[in-house]
């Protein structure tokens, strides 16, 4: 973590030391949170809609905070209290945190994309740990704040931070990628998530690739090759004014044997999937994780593995050691037997096809059953998006579908085009669903279960893992 003189961080946050205090003070850490101060640390009191940290800055001193930030324009600064005075607290942050990272010999990997951009977070960090002292975003700090708080826990030591840079608008991954200055960029693929903010899946595809903003100038940019929206937008960005015209290098991986990396040999089962590489048979890559979208996310921690100079088999050894973000494709087993792949963290038609195709691919289980919630802020076809991924659901190949949320309605509707109307339940409660599924699931079945964040789809999960005994 960041360990300066409150003179330093200062000069780096540009701020000013409050009359009194003392610029020889040594602090180590960052904290926004003043129920969560330990010793030594700098508390910067952030502003939000509803929030005012500076009122809980005495209390931060109390707790050991050696010193806070405190906005100009907040009145009643703690009268003798170690003090930096900043014009903007989230901008100073920002501009600290800038500041550290410009100091510190860390090479920077950005990681952006619709959907698998936390699950390409995990498994690129997995592989490069296999050669270096690597630091990862933790949960989802992946914004605006996040971003800066996690360049701040770097120490001096860190030799690769992997950073995941998220959205919900234009600009956010702009500022966040000249913030991290990274020299790998990494984009997972263009989806539909935001489509109520953005408009449509092209405007999606240049928010994205902001991310090459802050590319240093001999940096790569490894990209879904499988999504033409990406290369269609990329000569937008050397326009005038857009972003600098230094060259770059690129890697496209996908799916499609048109990549410079695509899978071959893909073997996918609910524990993990084994693969090749295209021109390396004789390695044997193993993913934590089943389902052939989780092996394209491999194939960009594999491209970043090689970028850094990594062989073979390093990079498989790492990428089968990683630990991975809760609620993506996360199996667990109930006491009875039935197997359960928690995919609940968050929804968008591009991960709902996915982890359908994953179920449908999946051999060795009595019945496979199907749980999907809302998927939230499609915009205006959220209705007609609902509909096509109940029509993806195979009669064939899963025995019934489980639906929750307002917006499944639509779901139902368009998985009754290919299902008896039996095999097809929408529920008014997530417990009413949850029992009728312990009814009828056995030991030997399989259940996905799916839905945006805001439904809290993995409830469902917790309810069988508790109830369902032998």
């Known amino acids: 973590m960041i360990t300066r003189t409150l003179g330093e961080i200062a000069f780096m946050a540009g701020g000013k030391l409050a ?253 993990g999937s084994k693969f090749h590489v295209n021109g390396d048979a004789s390695t044997d890559y193993v993913v934590p994780l089943p389902g052939a979208h989780n092996v394209v996310n491999a194939l960009a921690a594999i491209a970043v593995g090689r970028h850094f100079g990594m062989d073979a088999g390093s990079i498989a050894g790492g990428l089968a050691q990683a630990e991975l973000t809760g609620m993506r494709i996360e199996v667990s087993v109930a006491p009875s037997g039935l197997t359960l792949l928690n995919d609940a963290y968050n929804a968008s038609p591009t991960s709902m096809r996915a982890a359908i195709d994953l179920l449908h691919e999946l051999k060795g289980f009595g019945r496979k059953f199907a749980v999907l919630g809302d998927m939230l802020e499609l915009g205006e076809r959220e209705k007609d998006f609902h509909r096509e991924v109940g029509a993806l659901l195979d009669p064939e190949q899963v025995e019934a579908v489980y639906l929750y949320g307002p917006l499944s309605v639509y779901t139902a509707e368009g998985a009754g085009s290919r299902f008896p109307a039996e095999r097809v339940r929408h529920f008014e409660t997530k417990e009413a669903l949850a029992r009728e599924l312990a009814q009828a699931a056995g030991a030997q079945d399989v259940i996905l279960i799916k839905g945006s964040r805001g439904m809290r789809m993995e409830q469902v999960a917790a309810f069988l893992v508790d109830s369902h005994k032998p």
């Open 19 to 271: 009359e009194g205090t003392d610029a020889s003070i040594i602090a180590s850490g960052v904290s926004r949170d003043s129920r969560a101060i330990t010793p030594g640390v700098l508390y910067v009191p952030l502003i939000g809609e509803t929030f005012d940290g500076h009122e809980f800055t005495a209390n931060a001193l109390e707790q050991g905070a050696v010193a806070a930030l405190w906005q100009s324009d907040r009145p009643n600064p703690p009268a003798g209290a170690p003090l930096i005075f900043v014009e903007d607290t989230l901008a100073a942050l920002q501009r600290l945190a800038k500041a550290y990272r410009r100091r510190l010999p860390v090479r920077i990997v950005g990681i952006t994309g619709s959907n698998g951009k936390t699950t390409t977070k995990d498994l690129t960090a997995a592989v490069l740990s296999a050669s270096f002292r690597v630091h990862k975003t933790a949960g989802n700090y992946n914004n605006h704040i996040g971003l800066p708080l996690t360049l701040l826990q770097l120490t001096e030591q860190t030799e690769v931070a992997v950073l995941e840079m998220g959205m919900s608008g234009r600009g956010e991954i702009e500022l966040l990628s000249r913030l991290a200055e990274p020299e790998v960029a990494v984009i997972t693929n263009i989806g539909e998530a935001h489509l109520l903010q953005l408009g449509s899946r092209k405007e999606i595809a240049r928010a994205k690739t902001e991310i090459l903003s802050g590319l240093q100038p001999d940096g790569v940019l490894i990209y879904n090759g499988d999504e033409p929206l990406i290369e269609e937008v990329l000569p937008e960005l050397a326009e005038p004014g857009r972003m600098r015209t230094d060259r770059y290098g690129k890697v496209r991986f996908g799916a499609r044997a048109d990549n410079d990396l695509f899978p071959e040999d893909i073997q996918t089962e609910p524990t």
